[in-house]
């Protein structure tokens, strides 16, 4: 995964390593930056291992209750990993912003 940034839209796109560096917006060159993963991408990913341990380890006889884990499980997961976008998202915004206006100052 990279984050893009571009200078026209003021806004950032989130790809995949293996597709080019242009925003998904208005498709003109973004520059990638750097990233760091919230909480909220750990908090996700941990609940699905925690899940598929215990559908994996605990002797649950009854299929439907296992797939209500399952899917209760892929649900918050998929909540995690939505607000942690969301987190990324403002917080490289917000450090583009400031140097955009300490260059501004200088
Ligand atoms: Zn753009």
């Not at 796109?13 to 990638?32: P, V």
């Not at 991408?41 to 296992?66: E, K, M, N, Q, W």
Request: net charge positive.
């Amino acid at each position: 995964m990279k984050v893009l940034y571009c200078d026209h839209c003021k806004d950032i796109s989130i790809k995949s390593r293996l597709e080019t560096d242009t925003c998904t917006s208005c498709g003109r060159a973004a520059r990638s930056v750097p990233y760091s993963r919230p909480w909220q991408y750990f908090a996700g990913s941990g609940i699905l291992l925690v899940a598929t341990a215990v559908l994996i380890l605990a002797p649950i006889a009854d299929l439907l209750f296992r797939l209500v884990i399952f899917g209760v499980a892929l649900a918050v997961a998929l909540v995690f990993s939505s607000w942690s976008i969301q987190e990324m998202r403002s917080r490289i915004l917000r450090t583009m912003q400031e140097a955009q206006s300490r260059e501004a100052l200088s």
